[in-house]
C-alpha cells in the first residue's frame, strides 16, 4: 500500500527530462509503480493464487493485442513500440490495483490520499494565480497569451511545481480529485461534522483551480456532476441536476461552434520569435515577462490551433487504412510528413507542426483502424458493466456515494476524450483500477474473503 500511496503522491509532477527514444513518456511515479509491480507479483507466487484479472482487464488485454497487430503493420515500427510499451504499462497499473487492494479500509485510504495530494495541488495554483496578479512570479502558475485577450495576458494555473505541461491536464488531474472530495463531502460521515467541512472545502478549492486552469474540461466537469446528482432522489438534486444539464449542453455546443469559428477565421502565428525555429513551429510561445517577443499577428487564412483541422486528418488517415490505422503514436509524424512532403491540407487548410490528434477516438481510428477503436469500446462497455454490477453489490453499499464519484469521474473523462487523448493520462487508468479493485472486493471469488489482512504484506 505505501508503494502505491507514494505513486499517487508523485504522479501530478509529469515533467522530466526527455530520454532517448521514449522522450518524457517515463515519470517519476514509474519508480513507485515497478516497486508496486514487484511487491504484487511476489505475494501472488508466494500465495500460489491467480491473479483477479475481472472483465476490464481481459478487455484492455486485447486492446493492447490488437495495438501489437496494428504496431506490427504501422508506418513507423519504432514509434509504435514506444506507445505500445505505453498500453501496456495502463493495463498492468490497472491489473496493479486489482491485486493491490485487498480490502475496503485500504481502498478508502488510497481515495483519501489521492484527495489530500490532489487539493495540495490545487491549493498551489490558486495561490500561484492571487500572487501572479499582485505581481509576484511563484512556479505556481504559468503565463499564457489568450487568443481574445492578445493585449492582456493572463495567468493560468497550469503548472505546480512545473509539474504540468498545459493547462488541460492540469484539469485532467483535478477532475477525479474533484469528484472523490464530493463524494467524501456528500457520502457518511463517521468521523463527524468536522471531516465532511474538510471535504467540502477541498471541493471549493479543486473547483477554484479548474476555473484558473482555463481548460474546456468543464464539459466534462458538468457532466460528471450530472452523473453524481443521480442516486439522490431530493427535489433540490433533481433541479440542480436540470441545471446541470442545461449548463452542460451549452457548454458543449459552444465549445463546437468555437472550433468551427477558428477554422474559417482566427489563428496566431509569431512573427517576430524569441529565437530562430523552423517556419512551421513558429505558432506559439510562452510568453514571460522579459521574453523578446514583440509582435502577435492574428491572420485570417492560418489556423494551426483549430482541432477541426485534426479531426479531418484523422478521419483522412482512417480512410485510407480502416482496419489498423497508420499505428500507435504515428499520427504526429504523419501529419507533419504528410504537409510537408505531400503538401496536404485539410479543408483548403493546414496544422502547423507534428500535434497530436487531441481526440482519443478520432485519433485511435487513425492509428489503430476499426480494429483499435472497437476495442476502446470493448474496454469501455466493459467498464460500465463492472461498475453497475458493484452498485448493484450488498457488500459495496456502505462506499455507493464513493463509487458513483469515481463512476460519475470516468464518465465525464470519457465525453472528455473527444477533445483530449484518455491513452495517456495515468490518473485516468489509476482511477479505473481503483473502480476494479471494489468490483473484486464486491464480488470476490468463492473461498477468498474479501477481509484476507495477510495479503496486506503485498502492498509494503
Not at 479531418?312 to 507533419?336: S, T
Not at 507542426?353 to 466493459?382: C, K, M, N, R
Request: proline residues 6%; hydrophobic residues 55%.
Amino acid at each position: 500500500m505505501n508503494w502505491l500511496i507514494l505513486y499517487i503522491g508523485l504522479l501530478p509532477l509529469m515533467v522530466v527530462r526527455d530520454l532517448p527514444i521514449v522522450a518524457g513518456k517515463i515519470q517519476l511515479s514509474e519508480a513507485a509503480f515497478l516497486v508496486a509491480l514487484i511487491a504484487v507479483a511476489r505475494e501472488l507466487l508466494r500465495r500460489r493464487s491467480p491473479p483477479r484479472l475481472t472483465p476490464v482487464g481481459y478487455g484492455l488485454a486485447l486492446f493492447v493485442g490488437v495495438s501489437a497487430l496494428s504496431a506490427a503493420v504501422s508506418l513507423n515500427v519504432r514509434v509504435s513500440l514506444v506507445e505500445l510499451m505505453a498500453y501496456g504499462y495502463l493495463a498492468a497499473l490497472y491489473l496493479t490495483l486489482v491485486n493491490a487492494v485487498r480490502t475496503w479500509p485500504q481502498w478508502l485510504r488510497l481515495l483519501e490520499c489521492w484527495v489530500i495530494v490532489s487539493s495540495v495541488v490545487a491549493l498551489l495554483g490558486v495561490l500561484g494565480m492571487l500572487l501572479a496578479f499582485v505581481g509576484v512570479a511563484t512556479p505556481f502558475a504559468t503565463r499564457w497569451e489568450h487568443l481574445f485577450l492578445i493585449k492582456h495576458p493572463f495567468w493560468a494555473a497550469s503548472s505546480t511545481f512545473v509539474a504540468f505541461p498545459t493547462p488541460a491536464m492540469v484539469y485532467g488531474y483535478l477532475h477525479v480529485g474533484t469528484l472523490l472530495a464530493l463524494g467524501f463531502a456528500c457520502g457518511p460521515a463517521p468521523a463527524g461534522p468536522r471531516r465532511r467541512l474538510w471535504y467540502g472545502m477541498a471541493v471549493g478549492i479543486h473547483l477554484a483551480a479548474i476555473l484558473c486552469s482555463y481548460s474546456r474540461g468543464w464539459v466534462a466537469l458538468l457532466l460528471s456532476t450530472l452523473v453524481f446528482l443521480w442516486q439522490f432522489r431530493s427535489r433540490v438534486a433533481v433541479a440542480l441536476s436540470h441545471a446541470v444539464w442545461v449548463a452542460f449542453l451549452m457548454t458543449a455546443v459552444s465549445n463546437e461552434l468555437l472550433a468551427l469559428y477558428n477554422v474559417g477565421h482566427t489563428s496566431i502565428v509569431i512573427r517576430d520569435a524569441p529565437a530562430p525555429q523552423p517556419e512551421d513551429r513558429r505558432y506559439f510561445d510562452y510568453l514571460e515577462a522579459d521574453s523578446p517577443l514583440k509582435q502577435v499577428q492574428v491572420n485570417l487564412t492560418y489556423a494551426p490551433f483549430s482541432r477541426m483541422l485534426l479531426r479531418r486528418a484523422a478521419l483522412a488517415m482512417f480512410r485510407e487504412r480502416p482496419w489498423l490505422g497508420v499505428g500507435p503514436g504515428n499520427f504526429p509524424q504523419e501529419l507533419h510528413r504528410r504537409q510537408r512532403d505531400e503538401g496536404a491540407t485539410w479543408g483548403g487548410l493546414h496544422v502547423a507542426g507534428p500535434w497530436d490528434p487531441h481526440s482519443t477516438y478520432l485519433g485511435l481510428l487513425a492509428e489503430g483502424g476499426l480494429a483499435g477503436f472497437g476495442a476502446l469500446l470493448g474496454v469501455l462497455g466493459l467498464a460500465w458493466w463492472q461498475w453497475i454490477q458493484v452498485l448493484r453489490a450488498p457488500g459495496a453499499a456502505a462506499h455507493r456515494c464513493l463509487l458513483w464519484a469515481l463512476l460519475s469521474s470516468l464518465v465525464g473523462y470519457a465525453a472528455f476524450g473527444w477533445y483530449d487523448d484518455l491513452l495517456t493520462k495515468r490518473w485516468v487508468w489509476f482511477a479505473m483500477g481503483l473502480g476494479g479493485a471494489a468490483f473484486a472486493l464486491a464480488r470476490p471469488r468463492v473461498g477468498q474473503p474479501i477481509g484476507d489482512a495477510a495479503s496486506s504484506s503485498a502492498m509494503g
